[in-house]
């Protein structure tokens, strides 16, 4: 079963701290980084209190584009749509969880580089969303 990472309240997930747990998935969260910057999309880590764990929440101005949290052996992105917005999820990345409420989760399993593109993709259109 996949183990969350971050548990720690008392220690923040500095880049040191997320080179060191995310090991040989660092590049890629690297690389997120870097695409995020360019998107204009920000990141801010929080402690919550309710999952026990640090989670990234990634915005555009105050929209949340969506959720980062890291696992054993890669991060988890996850973005929540509505009945309306998911239609414009390219087909092939439409993923979709059981729905929590009227919100329709899409959760991305990052390990390397290669699906940042999608990533970057679906976060786009969520960002540009009125």
């Known amino acids: 079963m996949p183990v969350q990472l971050l548990a720690e309240e008392a220690i923040y997930p500095s880049d040191e701290v997320l080179a060191i747990v ?8 690297q690389a997120l980084c870097e695409s995020l910057s360019a998107a204009q999309i920000g990141m801010e880590w929080r402690y919550y209190n309710d999952g026990k764990a640090w989670l990234c929440k990634c915005t555009h101005k105050k929209k949340t584009v969506f959720w980062l949290s890291v696992w054993e052996g890669y991060f988890q ?14 087909e092939h990345l439409q993923s979709f969880e059981k729905p929590v409420g009227k919100l329709i989760p899409l959760v991305m399993k ?10 970057m993709q679906i976060a786009e259109y969520k960002k540009n969303l009125k």
């Open 110 to 119: 990052i390990s390397d580089k290669n699906q940042l593109d999608d990533l």
């Open 77 to 90: 992105t996850g973005f929540f749509f509505t009945e309306k917005t998911r239609e414009g999820v390219p």
């Open 22 to 29: 995310l090991g040989e998935v660092y590049p890629a969260y």
